[in-house]
């Protein structure tokens, strides 16, 4: 039997989900800076965000994900 702790593949999954979707609003928001539509300020500020944003909600998932995998405290059922 294998001790090797590995990335559960629907942690792997949702964290490349994440990435991805992460990448593509700061792509967005360098794209809106080099077309000249967004001023230099303001696409900072929105690449920021994106990437702030981007980090903490895949954060909050991964740690609720994690916590529904790795139960802490089980739930215990009375019979009559």
Same mark, same amino acid.
Request: net charge negative.
């Given at each position: 039997?294998?001790?090797?702790?590995t990335?559960?593949?629907?942690?792997?999954?949702?964290?490349? *989900?994440? !990435?991805? +979707?992460?990448?593509?609003?700061?792509?967005?928001?360098?794209l809106?800076?080099?077309?000249?539509k =967004?001023?230099?300020?303001?696409?900072?500020?929105?690449?920021?965000?994106?990437?702030? *944003?981007? !980090?903490? +909600?895949?954060?909050?998932?991964?740690?609720?994900?994690?916590?529904?995998?790795?139960?802490?405290? =089980?739930?215990?059922?009375?019979?009559?």
């Open positions: 039997m294998s001790t090797a702790l990335i559960p593949p629907p942690l792997w999954n949702g964290s490349v *989900t994440y !990435f991805v +979707l992460t990448v593509v609003a700061i792509v967005i928001g360098i809106g800076r080099l077309t000249g =967004v001023d230099k300020e303001h696409a900072s500020i929105f690449i920021l965000f994106a990437a702030m *944003t981007g !980090f903490c +909600l895949w954060i909050f998932w991964a740690c609720c994900w994690l916590h529904q995998w790795h139960v802490l405290i =089980v739930p215990t059922f009375i019979s009559e």
